[in-house]
C-alpha cells in the first residue's frame, strides 16, 4: 500500500514526536529515573524507567561517582532536582554527603561535599517538604567506643541536621538546641542508642531510629524548624532478636527481624504510632515471614497502602531457582493487620536477584526493583495493584547495575 505525500508527512511527524518523548514500538516513554549505589568501585548506575514495560535503560554518562567511598545511602530531596549520597568512607577515608544536581535524562552532576558530626554514616532521609535532611551516624562525636573508659551505653549513635537550600540544595548545620555539651556550647548532633543503622519518618512529627546494639527504637519529636525533641518514650523495646529494617508508611510502623535462629524464616513486627511517638503493638503481635523466605532485611510498603513486600536474602526451599526473594502480604484496611497474599496461583514468595539489600516502587506505582549487592544487578517487577501480586517484566527482569550493589531511589521528575 502506498501512502500519499501527507500520509508521508504525518507519519513522519509522528513517529519524530514519539522519539522526542523517548517512545519506540516497545516502550511508553521515560517516566522517571533509577539511581543504584554501588561500593565496588565507587560508583551510581543510572537507569530510565520505561513506562510501558519497566524496562531500565542506561542514562547518558552513566555510572557516575559518588563523590565518596564506600556509598550505603541514597535520597532524592522532594522535587528531584538534587540527590544526596552518603558515603561511609572506611579505615582511611573519612566518610561524607556528597550533593549532586539532576540534570535532563537523570544525569548526576557532582556539587559539593558536606560532612556529619560523627562517624561511620549510615542511613539518610529528608522531610516531605524537602527542607532538611538527616543523617544517620553510627558513632556520635563524643561517643566513647574504645579503651578503658567504654561503658555499656557509651559508645551511642547520632543523627546531624542539615537545612537544605532550596535554590542550590547546598547543606547547613542545624545545631541541637535543646542540649548543651562540657564547654556550655549547643551540641552539632542529636544522640541516638547503641550501633544505629536505618531511621525513618512517620506523619511529618515523629522520627524513628532502629538501633540494632540492643534491638531498640529511639523515637524524636520533629519541630517545624528542623529541630528534633525527645519524647516521653526515649528508648521503645521491641523485643526482636536481630532488627534488620524499620519502614514507616502513614500511621504505621513496620519492623523486620531474622528471628532467635541464624538464617531463620524471620518475623515482621507491626505497629501503629500513638502519641509522644509511641509505638503501639498490633493486634496479634509478631508476624511470621513466608516459610520458604529467610533472613528478612529490608521492607516496603505501596503508593497505596494496600500491601506489604519484604525482601528476603536467602531461603530454606532447595527446589528454589533463587535463594533471594520478596515475601507479599496484604494490610488489612481497618486493622492494618498483614496476611501473606494466597499462595495458590502465585509464586510468593518471588525470587529477585543474589543478596538484595534496598527495594523501591517507580514512579508511577506500577514496578518494584530491588538492589542486589552480590551480584551487582537490579531486579524490576511488575505490581498487581488489585492483588499486590507481582510478576517478571515483559522484556525481562534483570538488569547489570554496578559491583556490589548497596541502596537505590528513584525520581519521576524534576521540579
Not at 394 to 413: D, K, Y
Amino acid at each position: 500500500m502506498k501512502l500519499s505525500r501527507i500520509g508521508r508527512i504525518w507519519m513522519a511527524f509522528v513517529v519524530s514526536v514519539a522519539m522526542g518523548l523517548g517512545m519506540t514500538a516497545c516502550g511508553g516513554g521515560t517516566i522517571g529515573y533509577l539511581w543504584v549505589l554501588g561500593t565496588q568501585y565507587n560508583q551510581i548506575a543510572g537507569f530510565k524507567i520505561d513506562n510501558f514495560s519497566g524496562n531500565l535503560t542506561q542514562i547518558p554518562k552513566a555510572p557516575f561517582s559518588s563523590g565518596g567511598t564506600n556509598p550505603v545511602s541514597i535520597v532524592k530531596r522532594p522535587g528531584g532536582r538534587y540527590v544526596y549520597v552518603l558515603n561511609q568512607g572506611n579505615s582511611t577515608t573519612a566518610g561524607n554527603i556528597a550533593e549532586f544536581s539532576v540534570g535532563g535524562d537523570g544525569v548526576l552532576t557532582f556539587q559539593a561535599a558536606f560532612n556529619s558530626t560523627g562517624s561511620i554514616p549510615m542511613w539518610a532521609a529528608t522531610d516531605a517538604s524537602g527542607a532538611f535532611l538527616y543523617v544517620l551516624d553510627q558513632q556520635a562525636k563524643d561517643a566513647v567506643c574504645s579503651g578503658p573508659a567504654v561503658t555499656a551505653t557509651s559508645c551511642f549513635g547520632s543523627i546531624t541536621v542539615f537545612a537544605i537550600a532550596s535554590d542550590t540544595g547546598r547543606l547547613q548545620l542545624v545545631p541541637n538546641q535543646q542540649v548543651k555539651d562540657a564547654n556550655n556550647t549547643q551540641l552539632t548532633y542529636f544522640p541516638v542508642g547503641l550501633k544505629p543503622t536505618m531511621l525513618r519518618l512517620s506523619g511529618g512529627s515523629c522520627l524513628f531510629t532502629m538501633d540494632t546494639g540492643d534491638n531498640t527504637i529511639f523515637p524524636y519529636n520533629v519541630g517545624s524548624n528542623g529541630q528534633l525533641t525527645l519524647t516521653t518514650n526515649s528508648t521503645i523495646t521491641t523485643g526482636a532478636t536481630k532488627l534488620t529494617s524499620i519502614n514507616t508508611n502513614g500511621g504505621n510502623v513496620y519492623l523486620t527481624d531474622t528471628g532467635s535462629t541464624v538464617n531463620g524464616p524471620g518475623q515482621i513486627l507491626p505497629y501503629t504510632v500513638g502519641t509522644g511517638c509511641a509505638l503501639n503493638t498490633l493486634t496479634g503481635g509478631a508476624v511470621p515471614n513466608l516459610p520458604a523466605a529467610t533472613n528478612p532485611v529490608y521492607s516496603l510498603t505501596d503508593s497505596q497502602g494496600k500491601f506489604l513486600y519484604v525482601l528476603n536474602q536467602s531461603t530454606t526451599n532447595s527446589n528454589a531457582a533463587a535463594g533471594s526473594s520478596i515475601s507479599a502480604f496484604t494490610i488489612d484496611p481497618t486493622s492494618s493487620r498483614l496476611s501473606p497474599i494466597p499462595l495458590g496461583g502465585t509464586s510468593n514468595p518471588y525470587p529477585v536477584g543474589s543478596g538484595p539489600v534496598c527495594m523501591v516502587e517507580d514512579p508511577s506505582n506500577q514496578y518494584l526493583y530491588t538492589s542486589n549487592h552480590v551480584d551487582g544487578s537490579v531486579t524490576g517487577k511488575q505490581i498487581n495493584k488489585n492483588t499486590g501480586e507481582l510478576t517478571d517484566l515483559q522484556h525481562g527482569s534483570t538488569f547489570p547495575a554496578t559491583g556490589l550493589s548497596t541502596c537505590l531511589e528513584v525520581s519521576g521528575n524534576v521540579n
